[in-house]
């Protein structure tokens, strides 16, 4: 079995949906672990020292950090706070983003600037290693203090507390004990804290949600491509010349794609009895270059977080300070969600105005896209479908970062809601699948009422991958399988 070392080297998105997919066991690198260690050693020093009054360190948490905690009592404090702040409801983090937050919380301590013990390090990466998934639920972050509730939940098991999922089945942490015959971490001082802060449900969301957006990116355009093409559309809106002086890298690049993808089109070469196209045929460089632009721009704040220490106090020993600030503070991820989620429902709008364009009997197509349109119902409900998930989206994608509520008795008085942010945005993405597949539905049976014309060998070869799936429409069917074959078929499709 191969082995990713955590060390120095920024992790990138591509890098991180490699290790995930893969059956490498992830381990601290002897660099890691030497930073590891120094920064440990020099936080016990300190405490040792007896002189030096730290937040969170020897203080009570948020308000309360002016109350001074006794040295005998600071691992019990520790303990605590992962106890009362595990305050999480709602429904519980996909077990697929909890492990994602196992390990970018590893990376994070693996920095040398959290005083953290190797072994509680280990821990986290043995629970990542053995799909060992702590239970967590989504609500109850504000985004600024670190994802304190979710990281609490996502901490507990390694006290021996709260719930796992071992292969699947939901068990109580405590029966690690027995099955992996692992004794509960001992929290040292300063590590709840360490565990609590940080941003890793929000940029494990992100990270997760960039992994699927990019691939949806891509399929948006093969599928517009197709739906061009279904539609008698013209080449001449992805022409580059009047893509490249507009100056726009997103548009410049989806230009080009749908060029490639269109090359060799039958019907494309044909002649048009149309002037020219409605706009979401004809502005797709504009518009889906413009997501391409935003994915792209969160992908470096998140590529940033990933590789972030976000804890607090930060420690660095060879400063020989200890300060505390607000790494943790969630904005960046906050505004750069926002941005991502109505990037992500806008690349679903203009998908479904091309289902709606090619079901509207117009171009030669059939109304509907069925033979015998009346006695046949044909496509028509699909597109309501489209609607309904495309108007849920433009609900979600009000921001979240443009809120803000007080909290902790004053001390926490501006919050990111990044979290909130998160959340919306995981439920666009899976929303813009569901529309995307139905547009896809929509234009592959559109293209069967041009034959015996082919369009593009692209399009063709992507066309007969779906048909090994999806069936055409002869009359009237249930259809709500077929739509759903058709998200499957969208998952699992690799370009």
């Not at 990019?214 to 197709?226: F, T």
């Not at 015996?452 to 399988?481: C, G, N, Q, W």
């Amino acid at each position: 079995m191969k082995n990713y070392s955590i060390s120095n080297q920024q992790i990138s998105i591509e890098e991180l949906s490699e290790i995930l997919g893969s059956e490498a066991n992830v381990e601290l690198s002897a660099e890691a672990i030497g930073k590891v260690e120094k920064c440990r050693n020099y936080l016990d020093q300190v405490l040792a020292q007896g002189n030096r009054v730290i937040y969170g360190i020897n203080t009570g948490f948020g308000s309360l950090c002016n109350t001074i905690i006794p040295n005998e009592d600071l691992e019990k404090l520790q303990e605590n706070l992962v106890m009362s702040h595990a305050c999480g409801m709602g429904d519980e983090v996909p077990r697929d983003i909890v492990k994602i937050m196992l390990l970018l919380k590893a990376i994070g301590l693996s920095k040398g600037h959290s005083g953290v013990q190797k072994a509680t390090i280990d821990r986290l990466l043995f629970f990542y290693n053995n799909e060992i998934l702590p239970v967590v639920f989504q609500q109850g972050s504000l985004g600024a203090s670190g994802d304190l509730a979710p990281l609490a939940h996502m901490s507990l098991p390694l006290i021996h507390k709260g719930k796992v999922y071992v292969n699947g089945v939901k068990k109580n942490s405590e029966d690690m004990e027995s099955d992996y015959n692992i004794e509960p971490i001992v929290l040292r001082a300063k590590e709840g804290l360490a565990l609590l802060n940080g941003t890793q449900f929000m940029s494990s969301y992100g990270a997760w949600i960039l992994i699927k957006a990019q691939k949806l990116s891509k399929l948006a355009d093969l599928i517009a491509a197709l739906s061009v093409d279904a539609f008698e559309g013209h080449l001449s809106p992805f022409t580059k010349e009047v893509n490249e002086i507009r100056n726009q890298e997103g548009q410049i690049e989806t230009a080009r794609v749908i060029r490639t993808y269109l090359e060799g089109s039958e019907i494309m070469q044909g002649e048009k009895k149309s002037v020219q196209d409605p706009y979401s045929f004809r502005c797709v460089p504009q518009v889906h270059g413009a997501s391409k632009d935003a994915i792209n721009h969160a992908k470096v704040v998140f590529e940033r977080e990933m590789n972030a220490v976000t804890d607090n106090p930060t420690i660095f020993p060879d400063e020989d300070l200890v300060v505390s600030a607000g790494n943790f503070h969630g904005q960046p991820l906050a505004v750069s969600l926002d941005l991502l989620g109505i990037a992500l429902a806008e690349l679903g709008n203009i998908s479904e105005r091309r289902t709606y364009q090619l079901i509207g009997g117009n171009r030669d197509l059939p109304a509907f896209l069925v033979a015998e349109p009346g006695i046949n119902s044909g496509f028509m409900i699909p597109q309501y479908t489209a609607a309904s998930i495309v108007s849920q989206n433009k609900q979600l994608s009000t921001p979240a970062s443009i809120d803000s509520i007080e909290s902790s008795n004053g001390q926490e008085d501006h919050v990111s809601m990044g979290a909130n942010a998160a959340t919306k945005c995981y439920q666009i993405v899976n929303n813009l699948e569901k529309i995307l597949a139905i547009e896809l539905m929509n234009a592959a049976q559109a293209l069967e009422f041009r034959r015996p014309k082919k369009s593009s060998p692209i399009i063709e070869k992507f066309v007969a991958d779906y048909r090994s799936k999806v069936a055409f429409t002869k009359e009237d069917e249930y259809l709500h399988p077929k739509m759903m074959a058709t998200v499957d078929f969208l998952n699992k499709y690799e370009f």
